[in-house]
T-cell receptor, first 113, second 113 residues
Framework: GAGVSQTPSNKVTEKGKYVELRCDPISGHTALYWYRQSLGQGPEFLIYFQGTGAADDSGLPNDRFFAVRPEGSVSTLKIQRTERGDSAVYLC???????????FGQGTRLTVV | AQSVTQLGSHVSVSEGALVLLRCNYSSSVPPYLFWYVQYPNQGLQLLLKYTSAATLVKGINGFEAEFKKSETSFHLTKPSAHMSDAAEYFCAVSEGGYQKVTFGIGTKLQVIP
């Protein structure tokens, strides 16, 4: 596609529920990143994929968070047993291998009530 | 560990005046440095990047930034503010590549007619 696509754009869920957030990167971009942006804060790194593998998942806050990229393209961020503190905008970005410029999607705004 | 400090969460300038947004970084290795802009309800857009080439970096929309190693700074400037520059600006740093970018808290720029 022309840009990084994230779906849904908005998600409201109840505390304790499971959610999946989807990211469709720019075609041909092998690197994919997930960030989380809380209100009034800058984006916070969660996880980085190079191809199908998670090269760095040190930013995932706890084991309720998990991400996959099974075919090296689309990625899904999964959050189990959601908590109100998980409410934030989840950003996805992609880049070509070896290119420092990452292109960001518009994000998914997650609200846990 | 890498970190970024943006001085001033809100900056107001008059239309036509100089824009100066301050960023200081901390990095244990030669860093890559970035400025991103975020317009309301939109994703992050890269303004410019420093990747160890020229220390004065020119970006889009008339913005530029100068890497000063002795001051560990990467301040963003524009000679003459335009109303369309009103947005939030994020400084970011990565060490040894692009896999894990640390963002500052952001500076909201207001342009007064």
């Amino acid at each position: 596609g022309a840009g990084v696509s994230q779906t849904p754009s908005n998600k409201v869920t109840e505390k304790g529920k499971y959610v999946e957030l989807r990211c469709d990167p720019i075609s041909g971009h092998t690197a994919l990143y997930w960030y989380r942006q809380s209100l009034g804060q800058g984006p916070e790194f969660l996880i980085y994929f190079q191809g199908t593998g998670a090269a760095d998942d040190s930013g995932l806050p706890n084991d309720r968070f998990f991400a996959v990229r099974p075919e090296g393209s689309v990625s899904t961020l999964k959050i189990q047993r959601t908590e109100r503190g998980d409410s934030a905008v989840y950003l996805c970005a992609s880049s070509r291998h070896g290119d420092p410029e990452a292109f960001f999607g518009q994000g998914t705004r997650l609200t846990v009530v | 560990a890498q970190s970024v400090t943006q001085l001033g969460s809100h900056v107001s300038v008059s239309e036509g005046a100089l824009v100066l947004l301050r960023c200081n970084y901390s990095s244990s290795v030669p860093p890559y440095l970035f400025w991103y802009v975020q317009y309301p309800n939109q994703g992050l857009q890269l303004l410019l990047k420093y990747t160890s080439a020229a220390t004065l970096v020119k970006g889009i929309n008339g913005f530029e930034a100068e890497f000063k190693k002795s001051e560990t700074s990467f301040h963003l400037t524009k000679p003459s503010a335009h109303m369309s520059d009103a947005a939030e600006y994020f400084c970011a740093v990565s060490e040894g590549g692009y896999q894990k970018v640390t963002f500052g808290i952001g500076t909201k720029l207001q342009v007064i007619p």
